[in-house]
Each structure stands twice: as C-alpha cells, then as structure tokens.
C-alpha cells in the first residue's frame, strides 16, 4: 500500500477539524471562546501632579491617549480598569501631549523611541 501524503496537525488544527467533522455530522463541538469577566483583575492606576488632564495609555487600550483618562481628587488622580492576567507595558499623557512613565511602577523598559514606558504584571 503506498502512502500518497501525510498530513500534520496541531493540537489546534486537530481539534478544529474534528470539531467540524463532528459538526457536519450533526453532532455539537462547542468551544467557549469569550473571556470571563471574573477571570480580570481590576487594577488602579493613579498620579499625583496639578496637570489638566491625565490619561493612561498602553498596550492593553491600543496606545490610545483618550480612552482612558484619570478622574481628579485634588491633585491625586486615579482610574480603575479591569485586565485579564498578563504583562502590559504603559505610560501618563499628561494635558494631551507629554508622555511620562509611573514613577511608582516597579518595572521600567525604553520602548525604543527614547521614552520609558511602565511595566505592570496582573497575575
């Protein structure tokens, strides 16, 4: 008997091809592929300085420097997000233009454009 090809699969790739098999057989494969929200950690972000505006921008809001602005109580300010567990690399736009890096944070890293950028690490 002469083998005509051989095909490789992945843990993935197995289980998406079975899940179909399955499928089509009128059998239901079902994968939950939505977060749960009790799996995030919610995580406050604060600074102190007399500024107009301070938002956080990181890699988990796509560097956006809007979306996630500071609420000010005097000169603290302060914003609580939720975040799935992992490594995130963020930074404080300050009045929309200055970018600075928590100085409370305990994990720094250049983001090789000549700025700091902070770390944080939800577990």
Request: one cysteine or more.
């Amino acid at each position: 008997m002469k083998i005509l090809f051989k095909i490789h699969l992945t843990k993935t790739a197995f289980f998406i091809f079975f899940g179909l098999l399955f499928f089509n057989a009128g059998c239901g494969l079902y994968i939950n592929m939505t977060p749960v929200e009790s799996e995030k950690v919610e995580t406050i972000f604060s600074y102190t300085g007399k500024n107009e505006t301070v938002c956080l921008s990181g890699d988990f809001n796509g560097w956006s420097d809007k979306s996630h602005c500071l609420k000010r109580q005097g000169e603290n300010w302060e914003i609580r997000i939720l975040l799935p567990p992992g490594r995130y690399r963020y930074a404080f736009v300050l009045d929309g233009e200055r970018w600075v890096p928590d100085s409370r944070a305990a994990l720094q890293e250049d983001d090789g454009f000549g700025t700091i950028n902070s770390i944080l690490i939800v577990e």
